[in-house]
Structures are given as C-alpha cells and as structure tokens.
C-alpha cells in the first residue's frame, strides 16, 4: 500500500500546537478589536496580477515563490502568498471606505509559498494583520506597531527589538534608488539575482545574503529623505517614546515587498535564536490608487502564526495554555451503560445544575462511559488523559441510587447520591 505523506513544506496541527494556534486566535482577535478593528475574510485565491501588481515584479515572491494556476475557464489565478493585496482589493471592491470609514481591518487565514522549508516556516502557512487604511498621520504606524506588541507581549513574547526605518515617498525615494544603483554598479561580482535586481529593484539588493559582506558603507535612506518624509518619521519615534516603547532605527531595513513607503519596521525575537523577522509591517501610501482605489494613505503589519508560536513555545507560553478538568465516567458493570451515557449527556448539558450540586466547575469536559472495557483499562484511560475525576458506576451503589466519585489525584473516593 501506498503510505501518503503531507506534501513537502506542509504540516497537520494536532495537539498543544493546535490549542496554542486556538489560543493565539482568541487572544489576537482580542488584541484587534480593543483597538476596533475589524474583520475581513476574502478567499485564497485571487486574479494572479493583483499580485505581481501589489507586490511587485522583481520581488522573491512574484518571481519564485506564487502558486499559480489555471482554472477549468483559463483564468490565470494565484494562491495568496500574503494578505494586505486581497484586503485592498476587497477595500476597493465594496466601497469600504464608506461603509468602514475608521478603515481598520484584520484578517487571518492560510498563505502559500513555495519557499525551501525551514524551522518554523512552510509553504502553507498561517498568517494574520492588520492594516489601518485611510489615515496618514504617524500616530497610525505607531498603532500598528502597537497592535503587533501587544499581541506578542500577550504570548509571553517581550524580548522583542523593534526594528524602524524610512523609506521616504514618491518626491525622495528616486534619489537614494540612484545613490545605491551607483554604489552597487561600482561592487564586482554580484550575484545574478543582484545584477539583474540592480536595474528593476536596487532596494532589494541591501538584503541579499549571498553579497550582504562586500556592502560597506551603503548609502542609507536617512540623509534622502524629504522634509515632510523626515517629520513623518521623527514624529513617529517620539510617538513611540510617549508611550514608552523602546525601538531601533535600523538604516539597512527596507522589506521585501515594493509597495512600502514611509515607515517599515521589523519585531525581531532573540528567543527564536535568529535574525529573522517575526513580524513586520509598514505604511503603503500608494497601493490603494495602484490597485484602482483612491489616494488612500495606509499602513499594516503581518505575522506568521507558526513562527511567533515557535518564539511563544520558547517563552514558556504553552505551559500557560488553559486547561480544562476532565471528568471521566467509569463503568463497572456493563448493563449500567445506558444509564451512564444518560448520565453523561445530562452532565454536559448541565441538566437541573448537575454540576453544582456535584461541585464540579462549569468548564469540564466529559468523556465517556465505553462498553467492552475492563474497569482497570478504563482508569488506566482517564489517567492517560491526565483526567481529574472518574465518575463510576457500579451495580450496587446505582441500585442504592448513588455513585462513585473518585479524585485522580489523591485517590479519594466518595460515594454521591443522584
Ligand atoms: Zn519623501
Ligand atoms: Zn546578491
């Protein structure tokens, strides 16, 4: 027979990862709507241009990462490779500029792409953001950078650096492009992926790992940037100060991704033992007008669910997870299991305040009874589930109309009248 195995890059979620991902959602959505934002879904798939659009040619993703396809109709689509180009597009499509006029959103769902598969990161994977559409002010990067905080923070995630830098507008950016094509065009021996970046994304080059050692003394956007780009940016780090959040300017920052203007910034984690990134934004003044939308100022952040979860994991935040007390019914004489399955189903439903008057707590989970059992198999059962009581049925206590509670723990029993 044929073993099936989980394609390349792909991974099932079971056990404490899937309560802890159950749990990020609980939280981060928590975290969202504090600060009113709200919820979009849009589908997995879109038109492959809004993404080459969105993106940008000469980015990894477009160039090497999409999944695309045909449908059955020839119509080239892409699986999303990432979310804020479907939230736009959605933004765009319904008018929500004046249906949602505070034009916060978030969303969370699957991504795709086909990167080479590494510690914590996969081709399918989960991602959630925010993005804060219509507001131009620097007060709303810092929201944003907040948002992406306070979500990790609530994970147990708070040895964190805040990675920020500019990337100037429409009026600055040329010049620095310029600079660095001089200066790259002047380095020997690029990479191909470098030569043939330096004409359509010379930006991308500052992040090549392969040329990253002959980069010495690159231009930084910093001494670029125009006036309003440059209040932009020091308004948003004395935003940070005043509410006490420490940040980094980091001038070597520009992020993958064409889109971005103005402010970029990185959360970057030593307990995921690595430079990488585990989530980052930054504000994109002008994709709402490239993708057919008005002038519609924005800025967002994303993070991967899987890789915050392996920096969670390592800040002890599983050992947190909420856990709830299993109460397993026992049967010691098969003829009761009717009268045990009764039982049970009253017990979840919390028929006639069952639980109280048993002085079980109102979270419990239930399990059980199961005929064709030893007894002895059924406790070794509830013990293998870490079950906190085993409620037990035996012939002449029901006849008695009672039965057997007893604690997991300390081997206490007693017998309840029902
Ligand atoms: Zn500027
Ligand atoms: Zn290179």
């Known amino acids: 027979m044929t073993q099936y195995k989980a394609p390349r890059g792909t991974h099932d979620i079971y056990g404490q990862m899937a309560l802890a991902l159950e749990e990020l959602d609980k939280i981060s959505r928590a975290v969202f709507r504090k600060r009113n934002f709200k919820e979009i879904k849009t589908p997995m798939f879109e038109d492959v241009a809004l993404f080459t659009r969105s993106i940008g040619e000469a980015t990894d993703i477009v160039e090497k990462e999409m999944y695309v396809f045909e449908d059955r109709k020839g119509r080239k689509l892409a699986l999303r490779p990432e979310g804020t180009a479907s939230l736009v597009r959605a933004y765009i499509e319904h008018r929500l500029d004046i249906e949602e006029p505070m034009g916060k959103f978030f969303y969370c769902g699957d991504m795709f792409r086909y990167e080479r598969p590494q510690a914590g990161r996969y081709r399918e994977f989960l991602q959630m953001g925010a993005e804060y559409l219509g507001n131009s002010n620097p007060n709303a990067d810092v929201e944003i950078i907040l948002l992406a905080k306070e979500i990790l923070s609530t994970l147990n995630i708070n040895d964190v650096v805040i990675h920020i830098n500019s990337l100037g507008c429409q009026n600055c950016r040329p010049m620095f492009r310029q600079k660095l094509v001089n200066y790259f065009s002047s380095i020997q021996d690029l ?21 990253s050692q002959k980069f010495q003394n690159i231009p930084t956007m910093q001494v670029c940037l125009c006036e309003d780009c440059k209040n932009h940016f020091k308004r948003v780090q004395s935003l940070l100060k005043t509410v006490d959040c420490d940040y980094f300017v980091d001038d070597k920052l520009v992020r993958g991704l ?20 585990i989530c980052a934004g930054g504000r994109y003044d002008n994709l709402v007008k490239e993708l057919g939308g008005q002038q ?17 994991q390592n800040a002890g935040f599983f050992n947190k997870l909420p856990k709830n007390d299993i109460i397993f019914i026992a049967l010691a004489d098969s003829e009761l299991f009717d009268e045990a399955f009764k039982f049970a189903n009253n017990l979840i439903l919390n028929k006639n305040n069952i639980k109280q008057k048993l002085n079980l707590q109102d979270n419990i989970v239930v399990e059980g009874p199961f005929l064709n059992k030893s007894l002895k198999l059924q ?10 009581k085993t409620i037990l049925f035996g012939k002449t206590e029901f006849d008695n109309g009672k039965i057997i509670i007893k604690d997991m723990k300390t081997h206490q029993q007693q017998e309840v009248s029902i």
Do not use: H, W
């Open 379 to 388: 406790f070794k059962l509830a013990d293998k589930i870490e079950a906190s």
């Open 258 to 277: 064409d889109y971005y203007t103005r402010t970029v910034f990185e959360v970057r984690s030593k307990v995921i033992g690595s430079q990488d990134a």
């Open 191 to 211: 990479c191909e992926d470098c030569k043939r970046r330096l004409e359509k994304n010379p930006l991308r080059l500052l992040d090549c790992k392969i040329d």
């Open 296 to 312: 519609i100022p924005s800025v967002g952040f994303a993070l991967g669910s899987e890789r915050v979860l392996m920096a969670a």
